[in-house]
């Protein structure tokens, strides 16, 4: 009997221990994660700078939104408005250094701001404005606060008439346009004909410094075919000129070395044409006139 049961015992089921659990497998670091780990900046320090750059982010966004709406240029224009009403508007233009400008025409461009709060005044709007009057080379607009608006001018200085297509006009050293002539009150400037004659009116005043004697004895150049000057004396002659600045310095130059000694002028030519450098051929009105002298460089001359 003892024998059975302790067989019996043994046909009970055993219960199996249960199996050791395995430890998760390490993950393998990504590209990343080992390129973060070289940095000589701890992750947390990352992670901080991170949310900095959001919120950067965030704010610029913001701003960008309000600029969008016009927010600010709403700020900028209540707060001018209350510096405008606290007295700081344009009441008065100041005009400086002004000769022969015309005064209501600076004054009234200038007065187009009126009433402007002076943040508000548009400097640069008003010179350009100014700028368009051929009388000014240059024009300087400034605030001087409270409420004065000061205009410094520079204006240009007329040197000669051009008469181009029946009409007169005041240049400049550079040949711009300054204005109109009254015919009827012409001023003391030596007159330049033609096209394009306004453009050389600089080369004509270096052409007339080499005959100084000859320059208040003139009263018109016209400049030919683009290529040479006829100058126009008070007497009526025409002096013909050849082409090329040395050639006609020099031409000029001789003519009023032989004007000094003979007195060329006044005598009864109609014209003296020195274009060809070999020969002098002088014109005259009634009788004919004596031959005009060369220097040695001239070897063949006539007079007709």
Avoid: C
Avoid at 35 to 51: F, K, M, V
Wanted: no cysteine; charged share 25%; glycine share 8%.
């Amino acid at each position: 009997m003892t024998v059975a049961r302790a067989r019996s015992a043994d046909r009970r089921p055993r219960v199996k221990a249960p199996a050791a659990r395995r430890a998760p497998a390490k993950r393998r670091p990504s590209t990343l994660d080992s390129a973060i780990d070289q940095l000589p900046i701890s992750r947390e320090t990352l992670r901080r700078t991170g949310n900095w750059v959001l919120g950067g982010g965030v704010t610029v966004a913001i701003i960008a939104g309000l600029i969008a709406m016009g927010i600010p240029q709403m700020i900028g224009l209540l707060i001018a408005d209350g510096i405008g009403n606290a007295g700081f508007k344009v009441r008065n233009v100041e005009i400086l250094n002004r000769q022969q400008v015309d005064r209501d025409f600076v004054y009234d461009v200038a007065m187009r701001q009126q009433a402007k709060p002076m943040p508000l005044v548009d400097l640069d709007g008003t010179r350009a404005e100014l700028m368009k009057l051929g009388w000014i080379s240059d024009a300087r607009v400034s605030r001087r606060l409270p409420d004065t608006l000061v205009v410094d001018i520079v204006e240009r200085v007329p040197t000669a008439i051009w008469q181009y297509q029946h009409r007169l006009a005041l240049i400049d050293k550079d040949g711009v346009v300054i204005g109109p002539v009254d015919d009827r009150v012409m001023p003391d400037l030596p007159v330049v004909v033609g096209p394009g004659a306004n453009r050389r009116a600089g080369q004509l005043a270096a052409l007339m410094s080499t005959a100084p004697s000859l320059k208040p004895l003139v009263t018109a150049a016209s400049w030919q075919s683009g290529r040479r000057w006829d100058i126009i004396f008070q007497s009526g002659e025409k002096l013909m000129l050849p082409e090329g600045d040395d050639e006609a310095a020099k031409a000029l130059a001789f003519f009023a070395l032989e004007d000094r000694r003979a007195g060329l002028l006044g005598k009864g030519l109609v014209s003296i044409d020195m274009r060809d450098p070999t020969r002098i051929v002088a014109r005259m009105s009634r009788e004919p006139g004596s031959k005009i002298e060369a220097p040695p460089a001239l070897s063949a001359k006539s007079v007709t």
